[in-house]
């Protein structure tokens, strides 16, 4: 098989389930329809497989496989082709992807059966993949553009899948308008980048931005580099457009476990790590990025310890992790980046699909406070959970720990870090801690409050096996990324795997001396005692001593109404932009639409019906008239004649 | 004065006054004589201009025929009130006249301008086609040259006279009381 | 034009004058009068006054084709006529009127 008969299978088997799907959407089954998904997203992990499998048997500085597939757009100096590229970084993306994906296609089977549209959903599914891939895969921003949007519009669908729920269907509304907005900034950003370096490809730019080192391309490039990053605010939810992701909840729960934990939100973070040779020239752009990413990595941390909807509090996670992601980036540690969205993707995965699958044995119910001692009536749901609940909060030698550990010293040891970050990063692991073992706690241990007539009920096989497959990545899956001081101290002394592949492509950030170990191993240490004293914490609060939560929300009073209340920052967005906006464009609509160019299109209607009118008072039937305008005619042509 | 240029004049007032008597008198009779007369009056030009045959045709078909075609059809009619003769509104009146006037003044002065063209081949030149009998050479180059024409005009003659009587006979079109 | 020259020589364009005063004035009978059978007498003045003008330049031009047209428009006013009379006829007997100011129906 070529590489180009792989890649074209790779991308477009999930298209082709699309159409399948879409087109017979009436007449499919759960079974048939998701069988039919199912099977594109593993023949494109398979085909990933295969080319990645290609790709280690090659020479480290030439990992590269690209397809063209047809020239898109030549237009004067703008050349875009239907260009592909697998190299280190997109390799470990697409496996992602297309592994998780396939899982959670499985775990739709289950879990949507009983759904009437369920042929509509996993043709939406499928359609999400190949955008997915298509933005991963693009050689060029542009074709990562359309992928970009694609995954935006999916998301739509998918999120109001359930439609004629006004509520369901707003928020299908909130998070695409959202998007938009960060979309016309990331279209900004190539538009910058186009007129700075002429094109879009990202080999093209990441070779041509050693160059840039005068000084006076600091400006564009850096405009350049904000402009994409507003655009991954809107994609990955920071501040400020991170607004549409809780609201998002309102899809079915694999499509949260899909779309809003493991992939489509890590766009903007892979987009980031892609060009990261040309963010390391825009130092102003990082810095705002690392703020950024902590200070949503805290916010949201600070939302979700106060939720009662299980799928919310996944969600505000979601945002807080997506924040630690940025904070990676912010300071140059784009591996590590990377790994945490690695091992995000598996355990976030894991705790939306599991939550999921309490939420179908609670039928439909998910309240937390109605929850309750789930732990011996869904025993398997329970222990996955657990694995992932381990993860999260960076239980040693989990992936969790590994990845989020690397951003933690990363952010503190990086001449673009500072210990500020390294305080945020902790702040938050420490309230991680805390909330996810709320969530425990009040789903599955302690006395249950499920209400009497819900019987909660195990999953079925076809719904556990990918908890059970996403438990065991999540466990084993840190261990490609050791930490060089772990590894020194492990027999055989395995290294840093993960490091050692992305090398080529990602440098390490100029001026980073050599770390002192004990330095880490102090700061290691610290971080990780933290979020288990906040941990047992919590364990303390919500199941021996329930009581004691509530006295301490009162006691803070108005400070946990204004957290609860999400900061009421959905307010003021209504209050100050939306609404405003939303004024304007009615105003508009009367005063020019329908004042203005409504009467100009009848003005003009009324003057040709009034010429029509005038010209028929010609044919008035008398043809004596008639007569006279061929004799009138005559005598002009005559005069005419005669003139000449 | 000479003889044809006196004759011109005298048939040329004639002919003028018939023509114009048709169109301004109100009784359609007279209308009918008039047009009669100015028929006649066209005959004997064509004879000064030694048009011998097309005069002879001018009296039997036009001055003959159509002549008592129109009479019949007038004493059919049996109309016994005087219709308003002319036409209604003063000002489309005027429009129409002020039309035929600008008509008849270019027309003139059209003629009057290229009259030096016309005079070099005025007076009377030799007809040269066969003398006084021109009739001769109007057959031979009717049956030659103007062949298709002439049947033609057979075919034609034909279609009419089937046309006028299918339409005589019709009991008055689609809306008449049967 | 020098007045005496004129009357005293008759040639084409004395022809021509009358044909198209005799045109002239069958146009505006047409133009003017509401009697349908005045209308198409004034329609035979001003084929007559064609007519005229044909002849006269196959006299002058000494050309048998202008006598030819004469034979043909002859014809074919000829059976105009009798054809215009039928269906003038039909209209009477339809409408008892052959005042034209009552046949509006091209109208709109």
Known sequence: ?644 | MSADVFLFWFLAILTLAGGLTTVLVTNPIYSALALAFAMIGVSALFVTLNAYFLAGVQLIVYAGAVTVLFVMVLMMFDLKHEITAFTRGKFTGLVKSGTVALLAGILVGAIAMTSDLFLKISGTPEVALGGGDGTKELGKILFSKYIFGFEALGILLLIVAIGAVALARSKGGTHAKQ | MPSSDFLQQVGLPHYLILSAILFVAGMAGVLLRRNAMVILMSVELMLNAVNLSFVAFSHYLGQMDGQVMVFFVMTIAAAEVSVGLAILVSIFKRFKEINIRFFEHLKG
């Open chain 1, 1 to 644: 098989m070529t590489q180009q008969t792989l890649m074209a299978i790779l991308i477009l088997s999930p298209l082709v389930g699309f159409l399948i799907n879409g087109v017979r959407y009436k007449k499919h089954s759960a079974e048939v329809a998701g069988a039919i998904a199912t099977g594109a997203a593993v023949i494109s992990f398979i085909s990933a497989l295969i080319m990645v499998i290609d790709l280690v048997g090659m020479p480290a500085e030439e990992r590269r496989i690209t397809v063209q597939f047809f020239d898109w757009i030549t237009i004067e100096k703008l050349k875009i082709s239907a260009g592909f590229t697998l190299d280190q970084i997109s390799a470990i993306m697409v496996l992602v992807v297309t592994g998780v994906g396939s899982l959670i296609h499985l775990f739709s089977i289950g879990y949507m059966r009983h759904d009437k549209g369920v042929a509509k959903y996993f043709s939406y599914l499928n359609l999400f993949l190949f955008n997915m891939l298509l933005l991963v895969l693009g050689d060029n921003l542009l074709v990562m553009f359309v992928g970009w949007e694609g995954v935006g519009l999916c998301s739509y669908l998918l999120i109001g899948f359930w439609f004629t729920d006004k509520e369901k269907a707003a928020a299908g509304m909130k998070a695409f308008i959202t998007n938009r907005v960060g979309d016309a900034a990331f279209l900004l950003g190539m538009f910058v980048l186009f007129l700075t370096f002429g094109t879009l490809n990202f080999q093209e730019i990441n070779h041509m931005v050693p160059l840039t080192s005068e000084l006076m391309w600091m400006a564009p490039i850096t405009l350049g580099t904000l402009f994409l990053f507003i655009g991954a605010t809107g994609k990955s939810a920071q501040i400020p457009l991170y607004v549409w992701l809780p609201d998002a909840m309102a899809g079915p729960t694999p499509v949260s476990a899909l779309i809003h934990a493991a992939t489509m939100v890590t766009a903007g973070v892979y987009m980031i790590i892609r060009l990261n040779p040309l963010f390391m020239m825009a130092p102003n752009t990082m810095m705002v990025i690392a703020i950024i990413g902590g200070l949503t990595a805290v916010l949201a941390a600070t939302i979700g310890m106060t939720q009662w909807d299980i799928k919310k509090v996944l969600a505000y996670s979601t945002v807080s992790q997506l924040g630690y992601m940025f904070l990676a980036c912010g300071v140059g540690a784009f591996g590590a980046a990377l790994f945490h969205l690695m091992t995000h993707a598996f355990f976030k995965a894991l705790m939306f699909l599991g939550s999921g699958s309490v939420i179908h044995a609670m039928h439909e119910e998910q309240d937390i406070r109605k929850m309750g001692g789930l732990k011996k009536h869904l025993p398997y749901t329970h222990a996955t959970f657990f694995v992932g609940w381990l993860a999260i909060i960076g239980a040693p030698l989990l992936s969790g720990f590994f990845s989020k550990d690397e951003i933690l010293w990363q952010s503190f040891h990086s001449p673009r870090g500072h210990v500020l970050f390294w305080i945020m990063g902790v702040l938050g692991a420490v309230m991680t801690a805390f909330y996810m073992t709320r969530l425990m706690a009040l789903t599955f241990w302690g006395k249950s409050r499920v209400s009497k007539d819900v019987h909660p009920h195990e999953s079925p096989m076809i719904m556990l096996i990918p908890l059970i497959v996403l438990a065991i990545l999540s466990a084993v899956g840190g261990w490609i990324g050791i930490p060089h001081i772990i590894s020194e101290i492990l027999p055989g002394q395995p290294g840093n795997i993960l490091e050692t592949w992305l090398e080529p492509l990602i440098k390490a950030v100029p001026g980073t001396e050599a770390g002192e170990p004990s330095q880490e191993w102090a700061l290691m240490a610290t971080s990780v005692t933290l979020a288990a004293i906040s941990a047992f914490v919590a364990f303390h609060f919500y199941v021996k001593d329930p009581a004691k939560p509530k006295k301490v929300a009162e006691s803070l009073g108005k400070v946990y109404e204004v957290v609860y209340n999400k900061y009421f920052v959905d307010e003021a967005y209504f209050g100050w932009i939306i609404n405003p906006l939303v004024k304007l464009s009615k105003g508009i609509w009367y005063y020019v639409d329908v004042n203005f160019i409504d009467k100009t299109t009848y003005v003009v209607a009324d003057l040709v019906r009034g010429g029509g009118q005038f010209v028929r008072g010609m044919q008035n039937g008398n043809i004596q008239q008639y007569a006279m305008y061929i004799g009138l005619g005559v005598v002009a042509m005559m005069t005419y004649v005669l003139m000449r």
